[in-house]
């Protein structure tokens, strides 16, 4: 068996202080690519097999995020967030040197997701409050590629904005205990 693996990546990053405390803008780029190669031979007095594989994933992120301290201890923050990643996976299984299209693939695999967010932070006194909306948008779309016939099966799933909103309150009783009241809206995205 060989494995060949190379991943690159480069960030860049910005961020700009006002002069007033806690207002401040910054902004983020991530980029991180994949490419690996990789094969396996068994050999055996019956029957020989073979598997060559190859692929890349490419992932591009971006946000913005903005946040503000206002007087009497109140926060403001927002942003918004761009993901965009794409992956490529071809697996070709031999038998004794016969390339095997039933069991060998193809798959294609991307996916996009712009979120925003804004929060309010508030304190007074012994209680402390969060509110909190963010606004989500995914797609994802694939396409199993069959060497038989060049035929292809795209798919593709949507969903629209969909709002999350969270909101957190805290009392503090004393040093050592706090009351805590959350409420927030998940999702766990298909992987």
Not at 50 to 65: E, L, P, Q, T, V
Not at 82 to 110: P, T
Request: overall charge positive; hydrophobic content about 30%; glycine content about 4%.
């Amino acid at each position: 068996s060989k494995f060949n693996f190379l991943n690159k990546g480069a960030q860049l990053s910005y961020k700009h202080l006002f002069e007033e405390k806690g207002h401040e803008l910054s902004a983020d780029f991530n980029y991180n690519q994949a490419d690996n190669e990789n094969w396996s031979l068994i050999n055996s007095s019956i029957l020989n097999q073979r598997s060559a594989g190859k692929g890349n994933n490419k992932n591009y992120a971006f946000n913005i995020d903005y946040a503000r301290e206002f007087k009497n201890d109140v926060k403001f923050e927002t942003g918004v967030r761009v993901n965009d990643r794409s992956e490529y996976n071809k697996r070709d299984q031999y038998r004794n040197e016969v390339l095997i299209d039933a069991i060998s693939s193809q798959y294609q695999y991307g996916e996009k997701v712009y979120a925003a967010y804004t929060n309010l932070n508030m304190k007074k006194n012994n209680w402390s409050f969060q509110l909190g909306l963010r606004a989500e948008s995914r797609s994802y779309n694939g396409n199993i590629l069959n060497k038989l016939g060049n035929d292809s099966l795209p798919f593709s799933v949507s969903y629209p904005i969909t709002l999350f909103p969270s909101a957190f309150i805290n009392y503090k009783v004393d040093d050592k205990q706090d009351l805590q009241l959350n409420y927030s809206k998940r999702i766990s995205p298909p992987n």
